[in-house]
């Protein structure tokens, strides 16, 4: 068997696209698309930040291809792990042994809490009434 596929990548962080399966009331032809399920795309990345500016929204989306027409569009996520359960495990072998890339997390130091001594002056309420 030829391995003709045409590798696709995102036109936003060159990550290579996924197929994952449509939903089924998507209404589309195929059963598969492509997208870029890259968590650092700038485009996903601007999505958020888009979708809330102007929708108020707390959804992204994602570089989204259909490989039969070779047209983009976003598909809209709702959350990182959106859509992630439909992606197809095809039979292209991975050319590079991707070594997942987990987010450098801040060590979140325990803010140690001063025991502050408790400054409870009364205020003898100044009797003024004369
Ligand atoms: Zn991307």
Redesign the pocket.
Known sequence: MPTKQKKYT?P????ELQAFELPEAGGWDQKHHLA?F?ND????RRGWDWMLAHYNAKVSY??RLDPESGKDSPIAVWSETALLDRIVNTDVVPAKKKAPKKPVKKAVKPVKKKAQKKDVRRVKPKSRAK
């Open positions: 995102c936003h962080c060159e990550a870029c890259n795309c700038s485009y996903y994602r570089y």
